[in-house]
């Protein structure tokens, strides 16, 4: 039980009334803080006042409690700004007929000097710039006064500030304790998903070389029968092991068909869990940290950062992509097939003849026996320098996102 000895309790309905004063509690607090508090009756105000003086000592999770303590010192920043303002506007006033004086000083002393070498003397002129002078003096006091009002404004509105941003920050503590297990989900749906986007293009290549594969056998069936007259009962193996191997490749193009499909329904799971369950926290959240850039002298960007921070694990690979191989574009389906020395050798001596070359982007024979052992590619795989870069730019993506998301390597099962 919650006990407040020093404050006169009002009857509840009148605390309802002053809290629910719009039509729900959302609308309530989305009004500017101003308005809210204006709107409450004097009683509640008063009310209002004294609960927030004392509501330092009370131990109240409530969120609801909490939005309208940061309406309360929202409005306090709000009404001291505006009168610092107002005591701006007059230091600059009188500094402004501080310069004016001193305009008008310089005038008189200098025309006083060019006449007296004349043989003039204006004791009038010099009882002007007495007058001048004390007004000065006075506008000098005035000044220090008004500044000395303006520091203690901008105080009065700093500790609220620091009220109001100690609230607000407990309750993003809040929603992003509710965020993170769902994000964490997210993070680990979408490496799954990154991983079986490599897998896809790691099978649809292997498809491609055993298509590639059975279109030579078949190329040499041809031969033999029609260049060497060898009859189909001397050639039935190799029909034999082109029948198997058609119905492997065709197995193949359906588990390429199927992984496309899974992987559309993992992004629609991400998509549903993203929108559902921690889009509603992360708007909430975003509420409360606009609340702290309000009244900021140099508030943080925050879309920049987050883009800065995505670009921390794809910036190299888009790097490669475009620096490296840059001819490797599919242009025919007969595109010639490369072992993977071949390919490797090539990638190894265009990054090494590029200006800037990151040591850690060449292929040594430790991180190709990593390639392959996560890519379940066989040693003598072939394929086209196209599809090599295609897949090599992927297992790398998979590889960053993996380390920046969880700090780990990531490697073979």
């Known amino acids: 039980m919650v006990i407040i000895s020093t404050v006169n309790i009002m009857p509840l309905d009148i605390v309802d009334r002053a809290i629910y004063a719009a039509e729900d509690v959302q609308n309530f607090f989305d009004r500017p803080a101003k308005e809210v508090f204006e709107s409450l009756s004097g009683k509640a105000k008063d009310f209002a006042t004294d609960v927030f003086e004392h509501v330092e000592k009370m131990q109240i999770g409530d969120r609801i409690l909490g939005r309208l303590k940061i309406t309360y010192n929202q409005f306090w920043v709000d009404k001291h700004d505006e009168k610092a303002n107002l005591i701006k506007d007059g230091i600059n006033k ?21 006449l007296s070498g004349r043989g003039v003397i204006t004791p009038s002129l ?41 609230i607000a920050d407990k309750l993003i503590e809040y929603y992003d304790g ?49 260049k060497a007259g060898v009859s189909r009962k001397d050639i039935r193996e190799i029909e034999r092991h082109l029948k198997t191997g058609r119905k492997a490749a065709e197995k193949e193009q359906k588990d390429v068909f199927d992984l496309r499909l899974e992987i559309i329904e993992q992004k629609e799971r991400i998509q549903q869990i993203d929108e559902k369950k921690a889009e509603p926290y992360r708007t909430k959240r975003e509420q409360f940290e606009k609340i ?93 320098t196209a599809n090599f870069k295609d897949v090599y730019l992927e297992y790398k993506r998979v590889l960053w996102r993996y380390k920046y998301k969880t700090g780990l390597i990531l490697d073979a099962e």
């Open 292 to 384: 702290k850039e309000q009244n900021a002298a140099n508030p943080p960007n925050r879309e920049a950062l987050k883009q800065r921070d995505e670009a921390r694990y794809i910036q190299g690979v888009k790097d490669l992509e475009e620096k490296v191989m840059p001819e490797a574009i599919e242009t025919s389906s007969k595109q010639k097939l490369w072992d993977l020395d071949n390919l490797v050798e090539n990638w190894n001596r265009e990054l090494t003849n590029l200006n800037g070359v990151n040591a850690r982007d060449i292929i040594k024979p430790r991180q190709l026996k990593q390639f392959l052992r996560i890519t379940d590619f066989p040693e003598d795989s072939r394929m086209t």
């Open 126 to 166: 010099q009882k002007r710039l007495n007058a001048i002078e004390k007004e000065k003096i006075r506008l000098e006091f005035d000044k220090e006064k008004k500044q000395a009002r303006y520091n203690a404004r901008v105080e009065k509105k700093t500790t609220f500030i620091e009220k109001r941003n100690a």
């Open 94 to 114: 009188v500094g402004g007929r501080i310069s004016e004086l001193d305009e008008k000083s310089v005038e008189i002393t200098s025309s006083m000097q060019e």
């Open 178 to 226: 509710r965020l993170e297990p769902i994000e964490n989900k997210i993070s680990k749906l979408q490496l799954s998903a990154d991983v079986m986007e490599l897998d896809l293009k790691v099978d649809e290549i292997k498809h491609k070389d055993s298509v590639a594969k059975l279109d030579e056998i078949e190329e040499i069936k041809k031969r033999l029968e029609t």
